[in-house]
């Protein structure tokens, strides 16, 4: 079984239309992130979260929104989503870094294809 | 915004051919490196880290440069299977907060038969 899913795979929605991505791993890691994903652009960080109560906006936030509802989940919500939006979304969790300054390899999910009509 | 910059390529290359990759970065903070291969329309995943000394996995070796602030990924003996596009990522510390992980827009390899 994989450690990190993402549901849906894939999503076609309209504008306006309130959407959630979900995450959940069984990495039993403290950090998870969203990023997204467009051609030419590579990845781009849209929120993190290094623990249940610790949420961080990334690079491109507006327009996003998060829920960490548990260590294991972590859901990413459109809430009035648009058609620059459209995109391929990953999920990722990594460990806590061995130091300071330093980081750990992050684990991402399948993604989600999601087109806004 | 600390960058990470790569040639997009695509680099074509036949079977068996020694392909290099080279990567920039701006933070000369950075103190965590890797590279990451993605198959088209997949997640990415982790190649192999990168230290300071470099490193070898097999047909792959990794080469940090932290004065040029520049990394490489050479792969010999190219396999068709090795046809992806691979990202260099670096942390992006300031010295006070952990910061996060900045990927490169990747380059593009394609081994043909």
């Known amino acids: 079984d994989a450690d990190v899913t993402q549901t849906p795979r894939n999503r076609i929605t309209k504008t306006g239309k309130r959407i959630m991505l979900e995450c959940s791993q069984t990495?039993?890691?403290?950090?998870m992130y969203w990023y997204r994903q467009d051609p030419g652009l590579g990845l781009r960080l849209i929120y993190y979260?290094?623990?249940?109560?610790?949420?961080n906006k990334g690079e491109i936030s507006d327009g996003y929104s998060v829920s960490r509802q548990a260590q294991a989940k972590f859901s990413l919500s459109l809430e009035s989503a648009i058609p620059n939006q459209t995109a391929l979304y990953f999920c990722?969790?990594?460990?806590?870094?061995?130091?300071?300054?330093?980081?750990?390899?992050?684990?991402f999910g399948p993604g989600t294809r999601l087109t806004v009509l | 915004r600390k960058e990470v910059e790569q040639d997009p390529g695509p680099f074509n290359v036949p079977e068996g051919a020694t392909v290099a990759f080279n990567c920039t970065y701006s933070?000369?903070?950075?103190?965590?490196f890797f590279w990451y291969r993605q198959d088209c329309r997949k997640e990415p995943k982790l190649l192999m880290s990168?230290?300071?000394s470099g490193n070898e996995d097999g047909r792959f070796t990794a080469q940090l440069n932290r004065a040029s602030q520049y990394i490489s990924l050479l792969i010999r003996d190219s396999k068709l299977s090795d046809s992806a596009t691979y990202l260099c990522?670096?942390?992006?510390?300031?010295?006070?907060?952990?910061?996060?992980?900045?990927f490169g827009k990747g380059t593009k390899l394609s081994v043909k038969p």
């Open positions: 990722a969790t990594s460990d806590l870094p061995r130091g300071s300054g330093f980081y750990n390899e992050q684990f």
């Open positions: 990495k039993g890691h403290d950090r």
């Open positions: 979260s290094f623990d249940v109560k610790d949420i």
């Open positions: 933070n000369s903070a950075s103190q965590s």
């Open positions: 990168v230290y300071s």
């Open positions: 990522v670096v942390n992006d510390w300031d010295g006070g907060s952990q910061g996060n992980l900045i």
